[in-house]
């Protein structure tokens, strides 16, 4: 019985690691440019609002490629060596309690980790501006997610807000993603492990094109 434990104990390391480690097999390449599954861990993505039509469509953009990726074959990785230490100072309470580890892709370029953003350059005006919800959030046991962009003073604005501390939540981001714009932010993770962000975009003029939920997964650490 004690073998038998060991063994599976074992097999499951294995198993971890070659998840984490290694990228997985490749899948059946999408048509149209959507390309292969796909780990990546370093360089811009942007999670793109796409409008064509009369459509709005969610997918991951590689800032400096011709092609999107699909949310549903990618894993977006953020390294060990994105830990940070959340800040002292009644306005980081919303990051999560003084001196905690974060994970944060950063709003600031760092060639070695992902730099994540928004885009929503190709939504007319009239359908702007893009009303964007987090409706969906899983993650390692008492873990939390954030959005949020450092201002000149080093203030944080936060756009979405999983951390349960009293009134830090947000689930829709504040007067939503103007049609024709693009920026970046820092992508705040707890802990280390999975994570599964389910997002909703809706034009909030014109016929109200929606998205429905799409699921982007990340891994931590």
């Not at 059946?28 to 609002?49: C, K, N």
């Not at 974060?102 to 929503?120: H, K, R, S």
């Not at 409706?135 to 390692?140: A, I, K, L, Q, T």
Request: with cysteine; proline share 7%; aromatic share 10%.
């Amino acid at each position: 019985m004690k073998r038998r434990s060991r063994l599976l104990s074992a097999t499951a390391a294995v198993i971890a690691a070659l998840v984490v480690a290694t990228p997985a097999a490749a899948a059946p390449a999408a048509t149209g440019d959507i390309r292969p599954y796909a780990i990546v861990e370093s360089g811009e993505y942007h999670l793109d609002v796409d409008y064509s039509g009369g459509a709005l469509t969610l997918d991951l953009k590689q800032w400096t490629g011709s092609d999107d990726l699909s949310p549903a074959s990618t894993l977006l990785r953020l390294l060990p060596s994105s830990a940070r230490t959340v800040p002292s100072g009644s306005q980081w309470a919303c990051l999560g309690p003084a001196g905690a580890t974060v994970y944060i892709a950063p709003q600031a370029q760092d060639p070695n980790l992902l730099w994540l953003g928004w885009n929503a350059v190709d939504v007319p005006a009239a359908q702007g501006p893009v009303r964007m919800e987090l409706v969906g959030f899983e993650g390692p046991p008492g873990s939390w997610f954030t959005i949020y962009n450092t201002q000149a003073l080093g203030t944080p604005s936060f756009k979405l807000n999983t951390y349960g501390g009293f009134g830090c939540p947000v689930s829709v981001w504040p007067s939503g993603l103007t049609a024709g714009t693009y920026g970046v932010a820092n992508w705040a993770f707890s802990h280390q492990g999975n994570y599964s962000l389910k997002f909703r975009a809706t034009a909030q003029n014109g016929a109200g094109a929606t998205s429905g939920i799409v699921t982007y997964t990340f891994h931590v650490g």
